[in-house]
């Protein structure tokens, strides 16, 4: 498989993970993860897995009706009716070896519903919004980085045989929070290459990732 084939089974699977938590569990084919229901928000209808992917392996395996999005991972997709909504890049790092930390943040994995729901709350300004629920946890490696005892940046792993994906990276300081996760990665998944997306991949860039090629999320308007 390339990085980008990679990158994307991971993305599809960690979609999947966070709609078996909310009762939706999604389909896969050998061409893309589909799901029926309309999935939570931020999370897509369908992801493509191979750049052969067509607009009929996608759509009539999903509610395409308004609200409908689909993540088109190798940028190959013509989705008739459906705009996109916006384009990212595929990021890749080499198997991070792991170093000491140089910040005040302590990292933790995090491990229980209440302490998700801190998570979640420092991810989203304050909100606590549900979308995060405690099923999460059973497939995929949820990390918080606390100063003083509160929570200030945050990441999710989703460890795979070949790769760990990174996503839902956030913090009042990127440039720690990449590193953090990255160290993070590095000692609870070792010898393994990080993957990702980011829409605009600068700080990634930054800490070592490079990115891999495009992708686009269409919307059915």
Not at 152 to 158: D, K, M, R
Not at 168 to 185: E, F, K, L, P, R
Request: hydrophobic share 40%.
């Amino acid at each position: 498989m390339t990085i980008i084939a990679l990158a994307a089974r991971d993305n599809a699977e960690w979609c999947d993970t966070m709609c078996r938590a909310h009762g939706l569990p999604g389909t896969f084919t050998e061409r893309a993860w589909t799901n029926p229901a309309r999935t939570p928000p931020f999370y897509p209808d369908a992801v493509t897995l191979s750049p052969d992917a067509t607009a009929a392996d996608v759509l009539g395996r999903i509610d395409a009706g308004p609200g409908a999005s689909v993540k088109d991972s190798f940028a190959t997709l013509d989705l008739p009716g459906f705009d996109v909504l916006f384009e990212a890049q595929w990021i890749h790092h080499p198997a991070p070896a792991s170093t000491p930390a140089t910040t005040a943040i302590t990292w933790e994995v995090v491990g229980d519903a209440a302490t998700l729901r801190d998570w979640e709350q420092a991810s989203f300004a304050g909100e606590t919004t549900g979308l995060f629920l405690p099923g999460v946890l059973d497939g995929a490696t949820v990390l918080c980085g606390r100063l003083r005892g509160d929570i200030v940046c945050g990441s999710v792993l989703t460890p795979r045989e070949h790769v760990v994906g990174v996503s839902n990276v956030y913090g009042t300081d990127m440039g720690s929070t990449w590193a953090g996760t990255i160290t993070m990665a590095a000692r609870l998944f070792p010898g393994r290459p990080l993957v990702g997306y980011e829409t605009d991949p600068a700080d990634a860039v930054k800490h070592g990732f490079t990115t891999a090629g495009p992708l686009r999320v269409w919307l059915k308007r």
